[in-house]
């Protein structure tokens, strides 16, 4: 079965440029996590939708940063505008959902620099 | 909250045995995940703990003591390819059923010839 798709792979921006990033999940998956995973640090959840809804956007920083689901498929990622400390990767990953999902299949990620 | 520590470096010979333990405090616990991950590359699933015990998958393994808090992943008969980061994630307790996965910052082995 295909895997977590994102586009694009890399990205380099100025500060206070926007971006945007892709994530195709999964067939059939329904939950869908965007990370933010810093060099050297751990991955660090940004959002995760249930088909269309949002169940945690705790850190996400609102101000600058958006993320959208419409159709419970693909999920794209914004930020406007970004900043210095946003460089990182943006790793996508999606999971069947439900008790029994035990893993997150994640994608290649985005790599974004911001200078 | 969630607070994970892992080492961030270990360093072993081609053949050996490794170990990387993982320490988390939670108010919640539904899971403990191990990632492998090379530089570059996405996390990928290796090891998947919730009760007590030993879990092994031909030359990983992976322990849970949720009354200590601890876990660790056994890496037997290493080879080069296993250089790479090791990554303990912790699953709290939410209300609904994808709860959220807290990561460590990673383990780094590095494996010589």
């Given amino acids: 079965e295909a895997g977590v798709a994102q586009s694009p792979r890399y990205k380099i921006i100025e500060k206070r440029q926007s971006v945007a990033f892709w994530c195709n999940p999964i067939s059939g998956h329904a939950t869908l996590y965007w990370y933010q995973q810093i060099l050297g640090q751990g991955p660090k959840l940004l959002i995760q939708f249930q088909n269309n809804g949002v169940v945690d956007d705790s850190q996400l920083p609102k101000d600058r940063f958006s993320a959208e689901r419409l159709k419970g498929v693909d999920s794209t990622l914004k930020i406007q505008p970004a900043k210095l400390e946003d460089s ?5 990953a999606s999971s069947p959902g439900g008790g029994a999902a035990k893993t997150q ?8 620099l911001v200078l | 909250g969630q607070n994970i520590d892992q080492p961030t470096e270990m360093t072993a010979t081609e053949g050996a045995i490794v170990q990387i333990n993982c320490t988390y405090q939670t108010s919640g616990f539904n899971g403990l995940f191990w990632y492998q991950q090379h530089a570059g590359e996405a996390p990928t699933f290796l090891s998947y703990n919730v009760l007590d015990g030993l879990e092994e998958k031909g030359r990983f393994s992976s322990f849970l003591s949720r009354s200590k808090g601890y876990s660790y992943l056994l890496l037997k008969e290493l080879q080069l390819k296993d250089s790479a980061s090791y990554v303990c994630a912790v699953r709290g307790l939410t209300t609904d059923s994808w709860g959220k996965l807290q990561f460590g910052a990673g383990t780094q082995v590095v494996v010589t010839p």
């Fill in chain 1, 105 to 112: 299949y994640f994608g290649p990620g985005t790599r974004l």
């Fill in chain 1, 88 to 92: 990182a990767v943006y790793l996508c």
